[in-house]
Each structure stands twice: as C-alpha cells, then as structure tokens.
C-alpha cells in the first residue's frame, strides 16, 4: 500500500477518520467532487444526507477503480455538506456505514468537513472529492 493511515499520540482518536496519512507512492490520483448522481446523472436520495453521502463515496468508489485504485489508496477527502449543523453528524456517519457495508470496509483516511451554502444543483446537500496516491 502506498498510503498508510496513523493517528498520532497527543492527538484525539476519531471513529470517523485517521488524523494522519504517509504517502509513499509515485502516482497521484486526484477526484472530481463526487455528488448522489447515479451514471444517467440522476440525482439519488432527494432530501435524504445519509443517501446522498452513500451514493457520494460509491461515486468516489468507482472513480478510484477505474485507475485501479480504492479507498485503501485514499490519502486525503474533503467532504462539503449543504448548511451543515453538528445535529447532522448521526446522518453523515450513517452514509458512510453504508457505504462501508457496500464497500466491504470503512474508508478512514484524514478528512475535512466543509459547510457550505450550496452546491451545483439545489437538490445536492453532499459532495466529496478525493486524493489518492499509487505505487
């Protein structure tokens, strides 16, 4: 694996992500911010956060694997959520269970959490981008 996931000591341990990622590949892999379109550019989960975060790192999911990388190779996300409040957070970490589960494990790399007043499309509450780093 070219990138390894650390949380350092002296450093709080959240459930939701590591704090540091070592990346010691060639290759770097950059995604487009994913939003819950499916591949006809339909929007999935209207109104729904933990659908659209679902489908959003599915999205992601799929963009790594055609360069032959997965979220194993996830070296950094950043993830930006329509009027973002803390009461959401249950919500964010249920589509990403989801997509955990679809995934076959739960993606952890260093992430950051962006409020934003508004995305691309009014009916998008959730998009995430990606940086990945290859052999």
């Known amino acids: 694996m ?9 450093l709080p341990e959240v459930d939701a992500y590591r704090q540091v ?44 694997a055609e360069v032959g990388a997965s979220f194993a190779d ?7 959520v329509v009027d973002w409040t803390p009461d959401k ?15 076959g494990g739960t993606p952890v790399p260093p992430g950051t959490l962006i409020g934003v007043a508004a995305l691309d499309v009014p009916e998008h509450l959730v998009e995430v981008e990606a940086t990945a780093v290859l052999d």
């Open 21 to 64: 990622s070592i990346a010691t590949g060639s290759r770097l892999v950059f995604v487009a911010g994913q939003v819950a379109w499916d591949a006809d550019g339909v929007t999935v989960g209207r109104g729904d956060l933990a659908a659209q975060v679902e489908r959003c790192y599915l999205n992601v999911a799929t963009a790594l």
């Open 74 to 80: 996830v070296a950094k996300l950043t993830v930006y």
């Open 89 to 103: 957070m249950p919500l964010f970490l249920d589509g990403v269970a989801r997509a955990a589960a679809k995934l």
């Open 2 to 10: 070219a990138v390894a996931l650390v949380n350092p000591g002296g």
